[in-house]
T-cell receptor, first 112, second 112 residues
Framework: AQSVTQLDSHVSVSEGTPVLLRCNYSSSYSPSLFWYVQHPNKGLQLLLK??????LVKGINGFEAEFKKSETSFHLTKPSAHMSDAAEYFCVVLGSTGKLIFGQGTTLQVKP | NAGVTQTPKFRVLKTGQSMTLLCAQDMNHEYMYWYRQDPGMGLRLIHY???????AKGEVPDGYNVSRLKKQNFLLGLESAAPSQTSVYFCASTTYRFPEAFFGQGTRLTVV
């Protein structure tokens, strides 16, 4: 069965320090994986996507993620957090059946 | 290019009333989805469709029905609304060959 697990419901970092948001997935086939961000009372914005090309994926606003098949992980990182990064982040998997499944989300808090 | 359009954007229903939410996309995407978003629970898949005339159940299908009579439209119906269906509903579409999910602006539904 296809599923995605975000390992932290809440992450708090200081401005200027690295960000790590963890995501593990389960899929029978090589999936497409995404990270989306949602600011309060806003819609969903694509940060980056993995679609079986390069395993290290660079996205917008300095975010990147690495696809690790052996660990079934797709963790999101950023070298230096900015106050504007405070938001809800979702890891999403698209399997071969067409099902698009969201993780439960990670709230990123950035402290000044 | 409108992308994904949801109507209506806001709605208040009384318990037991019915309504239909419309999702329209102009990108010729095969896959379409309906989600509900509740605080702390991420986006949960209600129903999805991998092509015109086909639909499938997602994670939380009870109390909802869907139809995909035309490729560009995906309708979500509530036959007898309940307060537990108070939520924000998002529609999305994508294509498997070039996967990137595009989302509507959301529909805020309140059932009283």
């Amino acid at each position: 069965a296809q599923s995605v697990t975000q390992l932290d419901s809440h992450v708090s970092v200081s401005e200027g320090t690295p960000v790590l948001l963890r995501c593990n997935y389960s899929s029978s086939y090589s999936p497409s994986l995404f990270w989306y961000v949602q600011h309060p009372n806003k819609g969903l914005q694509l940060l980056l996507k993995y679609t079986s090309a390069a395993t290290l994926v660079k996205g917008i606003n300095g975010f990147e993620a690495e696809f690790k098949k052996s660990e079934t992980s797709f963790h999101l990182t950023k070298p230096s957090a900015h106050m504007s990064d405070a938001a809800e982040y979702f890891c999403v998997v698209l399997g071969s059946t067409g099902k698009l499944i969201f993780g439960q989300g990670t709230t990123l808090q950035v402290k000044p | 290019n409108a992308g994904v359009t949801q109507t209506p954007k806001f709605r208040v229903l009384k318990t037991g009333q019915s309504m239909t939410l419309l999702c329209a996309q102009d990108m010729n995407h095969e896959y379409m989805y309906w989600y509900r978003q509740d605080p702390g629970m991420g986006l949960r898949l209600i129903h999805y469709s991998v092509g015109e005339g086909t639909t499938a159940k997602g994670e939380v299908p009870d109390g909802y029905n869907v139809s995909r009579l035309k490729k560009q439209n995906f309708l979500l119906g509530l036959e007898s609304a309940a307060p537990s269906q108070t939520s924000v509903y998002f529609c999305a579409s994508t294509t498997y060959r070039f996967p990137e999910a595009f989302f509507g602006q959301g529909t805020r539904l309140t059932v009283v």
